[in-house]
């Protein structure tokens, strides 16, 4: 029997999977997580392949019925030829109802089910079954009565279900759907335009080739000559002669109603697409237009109005988001949990300050992060300021300024850095900054604050005392040589000591 592409996990489990466990993992001889009513599991690209080759097959007989019925296309020379592609694509449709469809497994109850027979139980009670079924009645048997007419595979059209869960699986894997999206709202309105050729050249053949002004007369090629009338038919551009016949008046009466109806219809897709795509765009320019209106009613000063707009210009270029914490707020408490170890655990766990911590305290951590982007020449800090929070450079460089004339640069911190972590630590309510902390250029960075971790840290009192231990190492009191044997040494150390080499101390303390 055949298997489906194996799948390593699904995207439901959680991202830190290597961390805490083991990965779940399909066997091998089990058929792909793809089921009917269930779109949150992975796809499976070999699936998505075979939905292709589906929809081929599909669209071969949705572009070519109308076609060879109206156009004289299908003659005794090449009916050997469209009757094999015919049956190579039923051949397609019945290894798609017999051996993949039975295959997907689907939820019953919350849980995946994978037996065999379950799975295809499940497929024959779906109404895509029946119309799977109804889309292979061989009403070619009648081609030895009639000839062979192509009007007898209409019911091929009726596998539509394919065509659409194609489209919705293939819309999952794609970075930038709303260009397929694109794609696909252009088609319809082609196909639309292909149908009411073939349905001109039909009239023309009723009414006779060349028999009136109105009516296809013969020169040129044909499909191209009726695609044009469509064309100008449908989307009312006019040019036409008029008709003379009754039929003639009646077909392009409703060629006109048609062609206004489906014409408008596109044209509100094509803007709901376009729309959904930019809608990220226009939320940003909405902000910062609103701002700087703001801004104006107020009379800040021009220096300010071009920093905030400098500001949301490259937020939006670096991430294109203004606020990450309000697009995951729409997320489930563990999916955030998951996106956060993702982005920020590499980070995080570089830090010699957690070293030792309980591992789930730190992921708790995470979801308390903030990211925040300082202008060049943004103070992050000032000297003097009670310290509430620490900081993680996600990108670019901060530099710890200071001395008499306060532009020393003592240490200058890049990317993985952290500083401002003692003031985590402090106990007693803090501790006041004694340096300024200057972004050098465009800097991307975590913020965690005070109030956030002692909120974490109620439910891991081990780890609390932890901290509290180096709090009362690195704060209280520590001395220069005690600094020095701190191990493992935090970035907050090495930039006391900076301030130790540099400035004079009246207390002999950090």
């Avoid at 030829?81 to 290894?95: A, K, N, Q, S």
């Avoid at 310290?387 to 990317?415: C, H, N, S």
Wanted: hydrophobic residues 40%.
């Amino acid at each position: 029997h055949i298997h489906l592409l194996k799948v390593e996990s699904f995207s439901l489990m959680p991202a830190y999977h290597s961390l805490l466990s083991t990965p779940l993992s399909i066997p091998s001889n089990s058929p792909s997580p793809f089921s009917h009513s269930s779109s949150f599991l992975s796809p499976d690209l070999m699936y998505v392949l075979w939905m292709l080759m589906v929809t081929l097959a599909w669209n071969w007989n949705l572009w070519f019925i109308p076609a060879r019925w109206a156009f004289p296309y299908q003659t005794p020379d090449n009916i050997y030829y469209w009757l094999l592609t015919d049956y190579l694509c039923d051949l397609i449709y019945i290894l798609d109802i017999t051996i993949f469809q039975p295959r997907l497994q689907f939820v019953r109850g919350g849980d995946i089910v994978c037996d065999k027979k379950d799975m295809r139980k499940n497929y024959m009670k779906t109404t895509r079954f029946k119309f799977d079924v109804a889309s292979l009645v061989p009403l070619e048997l009648f081609y030895f009565k009639t000839g062979i007419n192509p009007l007898l595979r209409l019911p091929r059209l009726l596998k539509i279900n394919s065509f659409f869960e194609f489209n919705e699986r293939l819309e999952a894997i794609l970075t930038k759907a709303f260009i397929y999206r694109v794609i696909r709202t252009t088609t319809y309105l082609l196909y639309c335009l292909h149908c009411n050729a073939c349905l001109y050249y039909w009239g023309s053949a009723y009414q006779g080739i060349g028999s009136t002004k109105w009516v296809y007369n013969g020169e040129g090629n044909s499909y191209i000559r009726c695609y044009y009338f469509a064309v100008k038919t449908l989307i009312t551009i006019g040019g036409l002669p008029d008709p003379t016949t009754l039929f003639e008046i009646v077909f392009q009466l409703i060629n006109y109603f048609v062609g206004v109806f489906a014409f408008s219809i596109m044209i509100g897709q094509m803007r709901d697409v376009v729309g959904a795509a930019t809608a990220g765009q226009t939320y940003y320019r909405t902000c910062m237009d609103n701002t700087i209106k703001y801004m104006s009613s107020y009379h800040i000063p021009k220096d300010v109005q071009n920093r905030v707009k400098t500001w949301y210009n490259y937020t939006w270029q670096s991430q294109g988001m203004l606020d990450e914490q309000e697009l995951l707020t729409q997320l489930p408490d563990k999916m955030r949990l998951d996106i956060a170890v993702d982005v920020n655990y590499s980070i995080v766990s570089k830090v010699p300050l957690f070293q030792g911590c309980d591992r789930q305290m730190i992921f708790d951590m995470l979801k308390s992060l903030r990211s925040v982007v300082y202008l060049p020449g943004d103070y992050v800090c000032k000297k003097g300021e009670v310290g509430r929070e620490m900081y993680i450079i996600k990108a670019g460089e901060v530099q710890v300024v200071g001395g008499p004339d306060g532009r020393t640069v003592f240490v200058t911190l890049r990317a993985g850095s952290v500083f401002g972590e003692i003031s985590l630590l402090a106990v007693g309510g803090g501790n006041r900054r004694t340096a300024n902390v200057i972004a050098h250029g465009f800097a991307n960075l975590f913020i965690l604050d005070k109030k956030d971790l002692n909120e974490i840290l109620v439910h891991y009192p081990e780890s609390k005392k932890l901290l509290r231990k180096k709090a009362r190492l690195n704060i209280n009191g520590a001395t220069h040589e005690q600094i020095k044997n701190l191990e493992p040494l935090t970035l907050d150390a090495l930039y006391v000591l900076s301030l130790m080499e540099v400035t004079v101390s009246t207390t002999g303390r950090c």
